[in-house]
């Protein structure tokens, strides 16, 4: 799995952060967090089609997180999409479906679908499972979370033994299907081995620190958060339900992160090294996100 930053500011441009945006990709998909400014542009110097994002999940509706959404929608139609797309958001998606609408740039040539999100909703398929979680913040936000799924091993010597030949029946037992050879039935559990540990990504959107965060990204590989204020703002912080540096780590620890990384940087901080230093007193596997950069996860 890759996570590329394509924006890392908060709610002001600088000269070397956009606006929010986040690419995920994984399980055979190009996802897209948040849809800044700049990101129609950011995604040409990280050498990420737009053609290829197939879904869009923004965690709320101020300007700083979705105005970059018209643009890259009316430039997908302009390159002649085909397949579909999926944009999901917390209660109020609707509203900016319509402010779309208002512009002239509703009517698309490839199938185009809005979808609400709650508290506590899944999206899943057989590769992976992504959880919302309600967060604190000035205006209805969700947190993200992506989970792979991982397969029991499949233990062939195991089920040879028992008589399974080699061929389609590995797949039926590797699928969960239980089969019969000879009368007599096999189950899935006679043949297959734990799971690998899966991989777990949590982003938070804005949100002040909160208990909600820490559940929710408990024993994740990477929790990437807001972290828009030094500690010495921390009234500031609260004041525009944001976070502190040293909030994101206190909540990297409780939760029991592998890795934190900061993003969401203010412009008013033109050097960051005290942001980073606040969060490393906490919790000291810890980075900065910048624009462009990428991860392995």
Do not use: W
Not at 23 to 30: A, H, L
């Amino acid at each position: 799995m890759e996570i590329i930053f394509l924006g890392t500011s908060s709610a002001i441009h600088s000269y070397s952060r956009s606006h929010p945006a986040i690419i995920f990709k994984g399980f055979g998909e190009v996802m897209l967090f948040d849809c800044g400014e700049s990101t129609q542009k950011q995604l040409i110097f990280a050498k990420v089609s737009p053609m290829k994002i197939s879904k869009i999940f923004l965690t709320h509706y101020h300007g700083d997180h979705i105005l970059g959404l018209p643009g890259l929608l009316q430039s997908m139609n302009f390159r002649d999409r085909k397949t579909p797309l999926t944009i999901y958001g917390p209660k109020g998606l609707n509203r900016v479906k319509k402010a779309i609408k208002l512009l002239n740039l509703y009517d698309f040539n490839f199938p185009l679908e809005f979808i609400e999100l709650k508290n506590e909703d899944i999206i899943e398929n057989e590769k992976y499972i992504i959880k919302t979680k309600k967060v604190n913040h000035s205006v209805e936000t969700l947190a993200y979370s992506i989970e792979e799924k991982k397969k029991p091993k499949f233990l062939r010597d195991k089920a040879i033994e028992l008589g399974v030949p080699i061929g389609p029946l590995f797949g039926k037992l590797h699928r969960g299907e239980q089969i019969e050879i000879n009368g007599k039935i096999i189950k899935p559990s006679q043949v297959l081995g734990k799971p690998k540990k899966s991989k777990k990504i949590v982003y938070s959107g804005d949100t002040t620190p909160c208990e909600e965060m820490i559940n929710f990204a408990k024993n994740c590989d990477l929790l990437i958060h807001e972290s828009t204020y030094k500690k010495e703002d921390k009234n500031k912080a609260q004041k525009n339900f944001h976070s502190t540096a040293y909030d994101a780590a206190n909540i990297a620890k409780k939760s029991n992160a592998k890795k934190l990384i900061l993003t969401h940087i203010s412009t008013r901080y033109k050097d960051n090294k005290d942001l980073l230093k606040q969060a490393q007193t906490k919790f000291p596997n810890t980075i900065i996100a910048n624009d462009l950069m990428k991860i392995e996860v």
